[in-house]
């Protein structure tokens, strides 16, 4: 990690660079905050100075730069057939500067830190992440829409890398090596709501209980992407909050209700999965990213999502992995059952809901209408299992399920457990934004460790 004169030096070598109009645009918007992520390059001045120079034309623009990671080759071993597990023996005993990983290639390690330097050299704000085995990264685009590239299991398992600094660490202590933090932290600091907020929640720190609550709840319903203002609420929470909390959550469903996305919650996020094959990637449809799920079995095959409460759905999409939109066939139905802990599909009344009739674009959407009669899971079924277009010997291929609806009987649940589930829910209340996604993911793990 850099120390503060060299983080200072480098600071003025990008603001002459900006000078110079060597940088993208947005670099004069960004906020300090951001600066940890530019500033942080794990590669020299001068590296940088060559990414400027040698990066392909068609990755040297704002909207793709992070992109600029696939020009490098990706190779286990050298030319002389050493192992990248031999450190700098890859690289004949040298540094690994850019244009050696560049000419010498490597694994996912060197993809992504080569393209997060990329995009640190235009001054734009990125970083290398862990996944499960892997190494990927995340840059920040136009606009703040924070992305992952060379991407093996989406934003989910994604982890700060090591030796990155990370974001409200003090106060989310784990929950601070979630990925998943930086875009929710970038929507607070850009909006005009933080710097209220934050004050809100520094002021309850001096404050008695009954008074600290109200400042924390209120900090929240300003910047619910604060997600400080959530820990502390969480710690100064008891029943005694509840009947001040119950009308400021009625209120946001009510608000949330009436936004772009009144045609359902989406019910499946992150619920319980049980498949027929590929048991370990099931999880993956509904994790809210475009990671995949793709047996490799030439057998008829089902997907089981177990919504957690009663529901009623009024639409699911599946969206395919490659062109099997077009060409399994789906069945999807739905399972009503008394609430137990178990799936017993035995025992479960089961209704067909719909089938595609429809080719779906490549990587594409099918989406079927809902129904009325409440449901506690939905099944897919699949069927004329084929060679997959990747060449990966795969015979089904799916990419996300979303159930959207409500749950049935939930709104009159006054306990603080509840009406916290539901704050959160409401804070958060577009699965297709990047942000609510990953906050509402964040904060309900906090919840799983609150108790009454």
């Known amino acids: 990690m850099r120390n503060s004169q060299d983080f200072f030096k480098r600071y003025q070598h990008y603001c002459a660079n900006a000078v110079a109009k060597e940088l993208f645009p947005e ?129 989910n398992q994604s982890w700060m890398h090591d030796k990155i600094q990370r974001t409200w660490p003090k106060e989310l202590g784990r929950f ?117 799920w793709f047996p490799t079995e030439a057998a008829p095959q089902w997907l089981e999502i177990d919504l957690k409460k009663l529901s009623q759905v009024d639409r699911v999409r599946v969206k395919w992995w490659g062109d099997y939109g077009k060409k399994s066939s789906l069945r999807v139905l739905s399972l009503l059952w008394d609430e137990v802990a178990d799936f017993d599909y035995a025992e479960a009344v089961v209704h067909e809901r719909g089938r595609r009739t429809h080719a779906a674009d490549f990587n594409g959407w099918t989406e079927l209408p809902g129904w009325e009669e409440p449901t506690r899971a939905v099944r897919l079924e699949l069927d004329q299992p084929c060679p997959d277009c990747f060449g990966l010997s795969k015979s089904y291929g799916i990419r996300r399920v979303e159930v959207l609806g409500h749950h049935i009987g939930t709104s009159s649940s006054l306990s603080i457990g509840s009406l916290l589930t539901r704050l959160a829910e409401a804070s958060f209340p577009s699965p297709q934004e990047l942000a609510d996604q990953q906050g509402l993911r964040i904060v309900t793990e906090m919840l799983k460790g609150f108790s009454e």
Request: charge should be neutral; include cysteine; charged fraction near 20%.
């Open 27 to 155: 670099f004069r918007s960004l906020k300090a905050w951001h600066f940890r992520y530019v500033l942080g390059s794990w590669h020299s001045d001068d590296d940088l100075a060559w990414s400027r120079a040698n990066v392909s034309k068609e990755y040297k623009k704002p909207d793709v730069i992070g992109q600029s990671a696939r020009m490098v080759k990706y190779k286990p071993h050298n030319d002389k057939g050493v192992s990248v597990h031999d450190g700098l023996r890859f690289y004949d005993n040298e540094k690994a500067t850019m244009p050696r990983i560049l000419s010498y290639g490597g694994v996912c390690g060197a993809v992504s830190k080569f393209g997060a330097s990329c995009c640190q050299a235009f001054g734009v704000p990125a970083m290398p992440v862990g996944q499960p085995g892997h190494c990927a990264m995340i840059w920040r685009g136009p606009g703040g829409r924070w992305c992952l590239e060379n991407d093996n299991g989406g934003w």
């Open 176 to 292: 601070a090596e979630h990925a998943g933090v930086i875009p929710v932290a970038e929507r607070a600091i850009m909006s005009g709501k933080y710097s209220c907020s934050e004050s809100q929640r520094l002021a309850a720190k001096l404050s008695p209980l009954e008074t600290a609550a109200e400042l924390l709840i209120n900090a929240v319903l300003l910047c619910p992407d604060n997600l400080c203002a959530w820990v502390d609420l969480l710690a100064v929470a008891t029943p005694q909050l509840a009947p001040m909390l119950h009308p400021r959550v009625e209120a946001l469903e009510a608000l949330a209700a009436s936004g772009p996305w009144q045609g359902g919650r989406e019910l499946s996020l992150n619920c319980p999965v049980r498949a027929s094959a590929d048991v370990e990637r099931a999880g993956h449809v509904v994790d809210g990213t475009d990671s995949e």
